[in-house]
């Protein structure tokens, strides 16, 4: 098979071949034309997940046609079109048995502890799988774990959005912002979106932002419109838009932050939560049933896959400056087509 391997923290990211996988009795081998790379993939490269293991096939979107099944596979079977997980739940804590595999502690993910989705070929357990509707197109398969069944959990599960609430979204112009607020929009809501870029603002009006925030102050801006501000704002980018995404919210309001992982501390105005009733959580990946649910909305054309660029496996490096650089409006795919 072809593949990608990340030698080091900061080495090279080199295309080769490798011997094609062989499952084990409760895995499949799936066949990929795609991946998507995702940032979690730069913080790998640059050392910051400590159990990462070099060198490996880096990346976790995966999905794909069956084209291998161990003999203990029963609920799959070769042909079938298949999304995975990012990660490998264990199936049996009492988070996976309550179908909170998110949150498993013992799970091991794809691209750091086990080898990734850089390869046109792919070996996954069962446990991991969901089945694609035909009516999705493979480029949006790609990510509906790490991005779409990702914000489908942030705003339905953590952050319980009803139809009819104001919803904000940092960082819209990127990966996950721009199929976030498609997500948003699906399920009922006011979508604002918050860019700091004028060229990404118009297309975010293009594929159905209600509000586009350009303003640093868009926690003001956003109070500007009708409804007095945001019930439930999604923070896709961290520490810069921290602060005026929880002053943004309404009375009762909740702040779901998924973005930059890095342990930076932020001050938190404590009675202004207190006496606005305000919730601050955070939200991590996916379960299968995310997957499901937001696959059913994927198949009906609710939401459209955003991509920036495709690139080959000999120019990762290149692309990953492109995220960097925040150059991309939407997400950046390898094709991994012969």
């Not at 159905?208 to 801006?221: A, I, K, P, Q």
Request: aromatic residues 6%; hydrophobic residues 40%; charged residues 25%.
């Amino acid at each position: 098979m072809k593949a990608a391997i990340m030698e080091g923290i900061n080495g090279k990211i080199k295309s080769t071949s490798l011997q094609d996988p062989d499952p084990a009795d409760d895995e499949v081998v799936i066949r990929q034309n795609l991946t998507g790379i995702c940032y979690r993939d730069l913080l790998t490269h640059e050392g910051f997940f400590p159990r990462a293991k070099f060198p490996i096939v880096p990346g976790h979107e995966v999905s794909g046609v069956i084209v291998k099944t161990g003999k203990s596979v029963r609920k799959f079977k070769v042909g079938d079109r298949v999304a995975s997980l990012i990660y490998i739940p264990c199936g049996k804590c009492e988070y996976c048995r309550s179908g909170r595999e998110n949150l498993c502690p013992n799970k091991q993910t794809l691209g750091e502890t086990v080898q990734g989705s850089y390869a046109d070929m792919v070996k996954v357990p069962e446990r991991c799988l969901v089945k694609v509707p035909s009516a999705v197109p493979e480029e949006l398969a790609t990510i509906t774990a790490c991005v779409t069944g990702m914000v489908y959990h942030a705003l339905s599960v953590s952050g319980q959005l009803l139809p009819g609430e104001n919803v904000l979204v940092t960082g819209a112009g990127g990966g996950v912002g721009v199929h976030a607020v498609q997500v948003a929009k699906a399920l009922g809501a006011t979508v604002f979106a918050y860019t700091s870029s004028k060229w990404k603002a118009e297309k975010l009006q293009d594929i159905g932002v209600d509000h586009v925030l350009l303003s640093e102050e868009f926690d003001r801006e956003a109070k500007g419109y009708p409804g007095g501000g945001i019930d439930l704002a999604l923070d896709t980018v961290g520490l810069p838009t921290f602060s005026r995404s929880l002053r943004s919210l309404k009375f009762g309001g909740r702040l779901v932050v998924i973005g930059n992982v890095q342990p930076v501390p932020v001050e938190l105005p404590l009675g202004l939560i207190i006496l606005k009733g305000n919730r601050i959580e955070g939200s991590i990946s996916s379960t299968r049933e995310d997957m499901k649910n937001v696959l059913k909305l994927s198949a009906k054309g609710s939401i459209k896959p955003v991509i920036a660029e495709k690139v080959d496996l000999d120019h990762i490096e290149d692309a990953y400056s492109m995220i960097k650089d925040k150059k991309n409006l939407g997400r950046v795919l390898i094709d991994l087509k012969p």
